[in-house]
């Protein structure tokens, strides 16, 4: 039973995924004045989920490796390693989220 459950997931994750997929290739293909076929949505998707399920793979890896259970903004970054623009836009965007949080934290601190 778990098993269809989770069969039934995958599936509607796929579809979720084709559809948004489907969206960005239909307004590339309206400003660039070109026309994609429904094979080359599915292909794309189907290249997109195997790097999504690549990529899980890896955090957990990183994450079990460091005797972790969750999958941290660590896990991330050494993931980006090996792309030096995908590692500065998501060390620079997890450098705001702490710096706003230090600062709402130390605004919260304030009000004693």
Not at 26 to 35: F, G, H, P, T, V
Not at 74 to 93: E, M, P
């Amino acid at each position: 039973m778990a098993d269809a459950q989770d069969d039934e997931v995958r599936e509607r994750l796929k579809a979720a995924l084709w559809f948004s997929i489907g969206k960005m290739v239909d307004q590339e293909s309206l400003q660039r004045n070109r026309n994609a076929t429904p094979q080359f949505i599915g292909a794309l998707t189907d290249m997109v989920w195997h790097q999504i399920e690549n990529v899980a793979i890896d955090l957990e890896s990183f994450s079990q490796h460091a005797g972790r259970t969750t999958v941290t903004t660590d896990d991330v970054l050494l993931l980006a390693r090996r792309n030096q623009d995908l590692y500065s836009v998501i060390k620079d965007t997890i450098d705001k989220e702490k710096a706003a949080k230090a600062k709402t934290k130390a605004k919260g601190k304030g009000r004693g």
